[in-house]
């Protein structure tokens, strides 16, 4: 912790020292996979992160100084007395990339597309749990959108309306899906309106300059945003390069400033020479989910032996070979209140950091396996990724081994991975999941039942009905014991097989200073500048 202290201390001051005039401002990033889309309306793949948060904002947003909440394009906003009624009002003179001019009724667009079934915005849920008449007229168009507790009062005022008090909602509403979209573009284009930098019109630091499909997305500075006095750089490339010794290589060659994945076979020399890994704080989790909704792991007995099969210190230190602690639940630390730690007094479900054969065996034959007789073959997927690629290879062997069953892995690029996964065609898959904001509800949300981010198809009444209690409780001390029993019925019930806990891990030359990443991972580069 002390390690992520400093280097927010010193991106913070990094952020706070005047660019070099003679140095060009320009990086090049290296991503390791493509996103399979980049409408904010519509995908919830952190692969977008780098390019969404860096091309849209919202009505509030996280500093690219020191990732506190500050505010976007609203300069300010008011709370009625019962927390269910925000007004914002927004910055004189917005205008989108394109240079036309943008107003409050362009976030009533991008809500009500949301709301459109059509759409297949896959984070309708934090429209449709919170906004008041969102979930009605999300099954009945007819009823009009008026009904629905969003609107521009004029074009300066935007007002939302709440079912009832959630004191994150401005945390919520950091999140690239609440950011607007210019209806004329989308209008003229149909779902094409990410597929050209013409069409691809923003509102954020930076713009679309160029979109070379499987190859980069080029960003320049938006000349008419608000703030372009701050924005530095006036060039970013987003290079696709999936292996990553060929990223490694262009890195050192210094052909590119950073990369967003670092090598695990090379990361401690890259340490001890220097080279530029960056760590910090991140509020996620890396698991693995269970088709719960599938046999065999439609049973708690199976999923808590797979769980319990797991040597998670030699996942961590011999395959990742990162600084990690396991994980025994799904939520991640990082939320406190009052000084105390969320997950504190969480249980571990009898899972520990190297492998309980013996336990996992047991909990194995209870559910009808006994040795493993019985069990069908099962498959292990996974995203082209190469680190992932090599934690499938260890955790195939390590549940075969201790569970005398049969694992076949397979994999595929992630958009095609992403579909298959979200169609419920799998058995055992890798994911996780990176808090979209820092509050225990970013993880709870998408293990109640039907939500839009359920992929493990995970249903608990009694959870439902914590959750909700605990998301419209206004005392946090009070909603945060609601959600630690919500965590312990799911987290008791393997939902998923937990790995460990998260560390933002990248590469980026010295001489690029003055970004941000915040503990969703989100790369803030507007504030970003090189250095001679």
Same mark, same amino acid.
């Given at each position: 912790? #002390?390690?992520?202290? =400093?280097?927010?201390?010193?991106?913070?001051?990094?952020?706070?020292?005047?660019?070099?005039?003679?140095?060009?401002?320009?990086?090049?990033?290296?991503?390791?996979?493509?996103?399979?889309?980049?409408?904010?309306?519509?995908?919830?793949?952190?692969?977008?992160?780098?390019?969404?948060?860096?091309?849209?904002?919202?009505?509030? +947003?996280?500093?690219?100084?020191?990732?506190? =909440?500050?505010?976007?394009?609203?300069?300010?906003?008011?709370?009625?007395?019962?927390?269910?009624?925000? $007004?914002?009002?927004?910055?004189?003179?917005?205008?989108?990339?394109?240079?036309?001019?943008? /107003?409050?009724?362009?976030?009533?667009?991008?809500?009500?597309?949301?709301?459109?079934?059509? $759409?297949?915005?896959?984070?309708?849920?934090?429209?449709?749990?919170?906004?008041?008449? +969102?979930?009605?007229?999300?099954?009945?168009?007819?009823?009009?959108?008026?009904?629905?507790?969003?609107?521009?009062?004029?074009?300066?005022?935007?007002? =939302?309306?709440?079912?009832?008090?959630?004191?994150?909602?401005?945390?919520?509403?950091?999140?690239?899906?609440?950011? &607007?979209?210019?209806?004329? *573009?989308?209008?003229?284009?149909?779902?094409?309106?990410?597929?050209?930098?013409?069409?691809?019109? $923003?509102?954020?630091?930076?713009?679309?300059?160029?979109?070379?499909?499987?190859?980069?997305?080029?960003?320049?500075?938006?000349?008419?945003?608000?703030?372009?006095?701050?924005?530095?750089?006036?060039?970013?490339?987003?290079?696709?390069?999936?292996?990553?010794?060929?990223?490694?290589?262009?890195?050192? !060659?210094?052909?590119?400033?950073?990369?967003? *994945?670092? &090598?695990?076979?090379?990361?401690?020399?890259?340490?001890?020479?220097?080279?530029?890994?960056?760590?910090?704080?991140?509020?996620?989790?890396?698991?693995?989910?269970?088709?719960?909704?599938?046999?065999?792991?439609? !049973?708690?007995?199976?999923?808590?032996?797979?769980?319990?099969?797991?040597?998670? $210190?030699?996942?961590?230190?011999?395959?990742?070979?990162?600084?990690?602690?396991?994980?025994?639940?799904?939520?991640?630390?990082?939320?406190?209140?009052?000084? @105390?730690?969320?997950?504190?007094?969480?249980?571990?479900?009898?899972?520990?950091?190297?492998?309980?054969?013996?336990?996992?065996?047991?909990?194995?034959?209870?559910?009808?396996?006994?040795?493993?007789?019985?069990?069908?073959?099962?498959?292990?997927?996974?995203?082209?990724? @190469?680190?992932?690629?090599?934690?499938?290879?260890?955790?195939?062997?390590?549940?075969?081994?201790?569970?005398?069953?049969?694992?076949?892995?397979?994999?595929? %690029?992630?958009?095609?991975?992403?579909?298959?996964?979200?169609?419920?065609?799998? %058995?055992?898959?890798?994911?996780?999941?990176?808090? %979209?904001?820092?509050?225990?509800?970013?993880?709870?949300?998408?293990?109640?039942?039907?939500? +839009?981010?359920?992929?493990?198809?995970?249903?608990?009444?009694?959870?439902?009905?914590?959750?909700?209690?605990?998301?419209?409780?206004? %005392?946090?001390?009070? +909603?945060?014991?609601?959600?630690?029993?919500?965590?312990?019925?799911?987290?008791?019930?393997?939902?998923?097989?937990?790995?460990?806990?998260?560390?933002?891990?990248?590469?980026?030359?010295?001489?690029?200073?003055?970004?941000?990443? /915040?503990?969703?991972?989100? =790369?803030?580069? #507007?504030?970003?500048?090189? *250095?001679?």
């Amino acid at each position: 912790m #002390k390690k992520f202290l =400093l280097l927010m201390l010193c991106l913070i001051m990094a952020a706070a020292v005047l660019p070099t005039s003679a140095a060009v401002q320009e990086i090049t990033y290296a991503l390791a996979n493509e996103p399979d889309g980049i409408d904010p309306g519509i995908t919830n793949n952190s692969f977008a992160s780098p390019i969404l948060n860096n091309v849209f904002e919202g009505l509030v +947003a996280y500093s690219s100084e020191d990732g506190s =909440l500050i505010p976007g394009e609203a300069e300010s906003w008011t709370i009625s007395d019962d927390g269910t009624v925000y $007004t914002f009002t927004l910055r004189d003179g917005l205008k989108w990339s394109d240079g036309s001019d943008h /107003t409050a009724q362009d976030y009533v667009y991008a809500m009500q597309r949301i709301l459109d079934p059509n $759409t297949g915005a896959r984070y309708v849920d934090f429209l449709l749990g919170y906004v008041a008449g +969102a979930a009605e007229y999300y099954e009945d168009n007819s009823l009009g959108f008026d009904t629905v507790g969003v609107k521009a009062l004029d074009d300066k005022t935007l007002e =939302l309306t709440l079912i009832a008090p959630a004191p994150y909602w401005l945390d919520i509403l950091t999140m690239w899906t609440f950011s &607007p979209v210019q209806e004329a *573009t989308v209008a003229a284009n149909g779902e094409r309106w990410t597929a050209s930098a013409d069409t691809y019109v $923003t509102n954020g630091p930076f713009k679309m300059s160029e979109i070379n499909l499987g190859e980069s997305f080029v960003l320049v500075k938006n000349p008419y945003y608000y703030d372009a006095d701050k924005v530095n750089l006036e060039k970013i490339t987003f290079r696709f390069i999936a292996d990553l010794g060929t990223s490694l290589m262009a890195y050192e !060659n210094g052909d590119i400033n950073g990369m967003s *994945t670092v &090598p695990s076979a090379d990361m401690a020399r890259l340490k001890a020479e220097g080279a530029g890994v960056v760590m910090s704080p991140s509020y996620g989790t890396v698991w693995y989910d269970f088709n719960c909704a599938k046999a065999p792991f439609d !049973n708690v007995l199976v999923r808590k032996a797979f769980s319990m099969a797991v040597d998670r $210190t030699a996942i961590i230190e011999d395959v990742v070979q990162t600084e990690a602690d396991p994980a025994y639940s799904f939520m991640s630390p990082g939320y406190v209140v009052d000084g @105390e730690e969320f997950m504190d007094a969480a249980s571990d479900n009898d899972l520990s950091e190297e492998a309980d054969i013996e336990g996992a065996q047991e909990a194995l034959a209870e559910a009808g396996y006994p040795n493993g007789e019985g069990f069908p073959e099962i498959t292990l997927s996974y995203y082209s990724n @190469e680190t992932v690629g090599k934690v499938v290879e260890a955790l195939a062997r390590q549940l075969q081994d201790a569970l005398n069953i049969k694992i076949k892995i397979s994999n595929a %690029d992630w958009a095609v991975y992403y579909d298959e996964h979200v169609a419920g065609n799998y %058995d055992i898959g890798a994911m996780g999941w990176s808090g %979209d904001y820092v509050h225990p509800m970013t993880f709870l949300q998408i293990f109640t039942t039907g939500d +839009a981010n359920n992929n493990v198809f995970y249903s608990n009444a009694e959870y439902d009905a914590l959750v909700k209690q605990a998301s419209n409780m206004t %005392d946090a001390k009070e +909603a945060f014991e609601v959600m630690r029993q919500a965590e312990a019925i799911a987290a008791a019930e393997y939902p998923v097989l937990p790995m460990y806990y998260k560390a933002n891990t990248m590469l980026m030359h010295d001489n690029v200073q003055g970004y941000f990443v /915040t503990p969703s991972n989100a =790369l803030l580069l #507007k504030t970003a500048y090189v *250095t001679d």
